[in-house]
């Protein structure tokens, strides 16, 4: 089976055929996949990502709002997200001092990408997966 990721016309390809097995991806497609796999990799980014989406959030509602997480590493989390162009931090001169972070416009132009991320997870997700066994172990036993 042969499945279209939409990358397909992103290749060099040095002969006619598609199915040449000497045909590589362009290199520098694959270092833009691995930016955007590492600037939204790690154990926390996607929840904060999560968060931040209907509206800016100070420090501390953000770490209450993440059940575990260490003050340490929402701190090292946030500055890569804000690295990487996807977190606006905002300090606000009030007494006492008011951080506050949002979505920058990147990240806002992740939501389309999240939406196929939800929509494929509530397919083939821990709950999909049940479904298909229960399906498959139904029909076994008729």
């Not at 590492?38 to 420090?59: D, P, Q, S, V």
């Not at 500055?79 to 606000?92: M, N, S």
Request: charged share 25%; proline share 4%.
């Amino acid at each position: 089976m042969k499945f279209e990721t939409g990358m397909e016309n992103n290749t060099t390809s040095p002969c006619d055929s598609a199915e040449c097995a000497g045909c590589k991806p362009d290199p520098a497609l694959l270092d833009d996949f691995k930016h955007a796999i590492h600037a939204l990799g790690g154990k926390w980014k996607l929840e904060i990502l999560f968060l931040l989406m209907n509206r800016a959030i100070r420090f501390g509602a953000l770490r209450r709002s993440l059940d575990g997480i260490t003050q340490h590493m929402l701190t090292a989390q946030l500055r890569e997200l804000e690295r990487d162009g996807l977190v606006l931090r905002t300090v606000l001169a009030e007494k006492p001092l008011r951080v506050e972070y949002e979505l920058t416009d990147a990240a806002y132009g992740l939501l389309p990408a999240f939406r196929e991320l939800l929509a494929w997870s509530k397919t083939y997700g821990a709950r999909g997966h049940a479904a298909a066994r229960e399906a498959t172990l139904g029909a076994e036993l008729t």
